[in-house]
């Protein structure tokens, strides 16, 4: 599987963005997919996922109810919705895949097999 991600960019604070994965090579129904990000000098760390299959989702505490995932298959892109944005949601994102989670997705870097490129979010005014 190879994934792109894309979307990135400088919005304001209170601005709204959409990143996209768009995957290739495999049904990426069949993959669960999950957003990480990195900010300068701290560990990646797990945003949000999509099981595969149900398309159950998941997100860390911090941008519940202000990010939401999603996946168009027949498109086979992911996408991240981004609102409210704060200077805290300043980082690399980066997309990720791994194979047959229909129940729960994983949140852990290592439990990604397929990663995309980062795409860089910079939220400043």
């Not at 669960?32 to 990646?44: C, L, T």
């Not at 202000?66 to 168009?72: A, P, Q, Y």
């Not at 690399?92 to 729960?104: F, G, R, T």
Request: contains cysteine; charged residues 20%.
């Amino acid at each position: 599987v190879q994934l792109q991600a894309s979307g990135g960019g400088l919005v304001q604070p209170g601005g709204s963005l959409r990143l996209s994965c768009a995957a290739s090579g495999a049904d990426i129904d069949y993959y669960a997919v999950a957003w990480f990000r990195q900010a300068p000098g701290k560990e990646r760390e797990w945003v949000a996922c999509i099981t595969s299959n149900y398309d159950t989702t998941s997100y860390a505490e911090s941008v519940k109810g202000r990010l939401i995932i999603s996946r168009d298959a027949a498109k086979s892109t992911a996408y991240l919705q981004m609102n409210r944005l704060e200077a805290e949601d300043t980082a690399v994102y980066y997309c990720a895949a791994d194979y047959l989670h229909p129940i729960s997705c994983p949140s852990r870097v290592g439990d990604y097999d397929y990663w995309g490129q980062g795409t860089l979010v910079t939220v400043s005014s």
